[in-house]
């Protein structure tokens, strides 16, 4: 089959190969996918650089990717089920995570999968999983968000924010969505109440006074997002882009965790569960129209490495798919 691959981490440009290699086969608890598409975000190019390098202990491989094909979120269809799969038949559509979505086939444990929402196209339903998950968890899990709240999303043109923004929005929040000049259009489409323009100024000079922050980007001090919060207001916390090469944003999670003792403003941390509960719930929020996925473009199987250049220079709103067979730069089309 054909995949990209890579045999050490560096930036994607330098170790990603396109070449053919064998379809693997599914284990009891697995399922083996016919992959449609692949999802890119921020997150693909943590794990092809390998940076900060405390991810490497999650699994990945210490010093060089454990598994040699890139990839997690994935929408395909079922061409084989483990001995012990119940509940998938061959021929169904899904959609999920599986470490290796990045090729014509991968498998994935049951349970991180789903059935495919029904009326979206394979592209669209591979950018779900992992930007999906966190967003829900984060807002309506770990923050907590009820109606009447405000909410304030940091980095609501990304992946994970532009879900984070209308899950708040589902759940009956009004939404601030913070992003740059470009993208404000863009986090408006998604349903934000309110916008702010981080290139115009300190976030705090557009007013405070909010229940819940959820915070992607990790640019700005713990103690400038305090103040922003009401007495008993929640910040919450998760990947962050600063921090250096060792542990990136885990230094200010823990400090945030450690804070959050002290305070009746809670600062709270989390990594999203992969879970097919989950995957359903995002599914049936698709399907009801209270989710618009967030998909910027389609990129081909061989053009992943320019893609995650472009997603790592601010290029993209939202998130990309990867496919094995399109041509560069189509144009993503709206959802039935």
Do not use: C
Not at 157 to 165: E, T
Request: aromatic share 6%; net charge negative.
């Amino acid at each position: 089959m054909d995949a990209i691959t890579q045999y050490e981490y560096g930036e994607a440009s330098e170790v990603l190969g396109f070449e053919r290699i064998a379809v693997p086969e599914p284990g009891a608890d697995q399922v083996l996918v016919r992959v449609d598409a692949a999802g890119l975000d921020q997150g693909t190019w943590h794990l092809v650089a390998g940076l900060p390098h405390v991810v490497r202990l999650a699994g990945f491989g210490v010093r060089r990717p454990k598994n040699p094909v890139p990839g997690l979120d994935f929408a395909g269809e079922v061409v084989a089920i483990g001995s012990g799969v119940t509940g998938y038949t061959v021929g169904e559509r899904v959609f999920g995570t599986s470490k290796g979505s990045f090729a014509q086939y991968a498998v994935a444990d049951v349970e991180r999968i789903a059935p495919m929402p029904a009326g979206v196209r394979p592209e669209q339903a591979a950018v779900v999983a992992v930007s999906g998950l966190t967003g829900l968890q984060g807002i309506r899990d770990v923050a907590g968000v009820v109606a009447g709240e405000k909410v304030l999303v940091i980095g609501a043109s990304g992946g994970v924010g532009s879900y984070a923004v209308q899950v708040a929005r589902a759940l009956g929040a009004e939404v601030t969505g913070v992003a740059s000049t470009s993208k404000l259009d863009f986090v408006r489409s998604l349903g934000a109440d309110h916008v702010i323009d981080y290139t115009a100024g300190p976030i705090g000079d557009f007013g405070g006074g909010y229940d819940v922050i959820l915070d992607m980007g990790g640019n700005r001090t713990l103690r400038e997002l305090r103040r922003l919060l009401v007495p008993n207001g929640r910040l919450v916390i998760t990947g962050g882009e600063n921090g250096g090469s060792l542990v990136g944003g885990a230094d200010r999670q823990i400090r945030a965790s450690i804070w959050s003792l002290f305070s009746s403003k809670k600062m709270k941390t989390f990594i999203s569960s992969e879970n097919s509960e989950d995957l359903r719930t995002l599914a049936a929020m698709v399907e009801r129209g209270e989710l618009r996925i967030p998909l910027d473009r389609v990129v081909a199987l061989p053009e992943a490495a320019g893609a995650i250049d472009d997603m790592r220079a601010g290029r993209v709103r939202g998130k990309l798919a990867v496919v094995p067979e399109a041509d560069p730069g189509e144009p993503a089309q709206d959802q039935p």
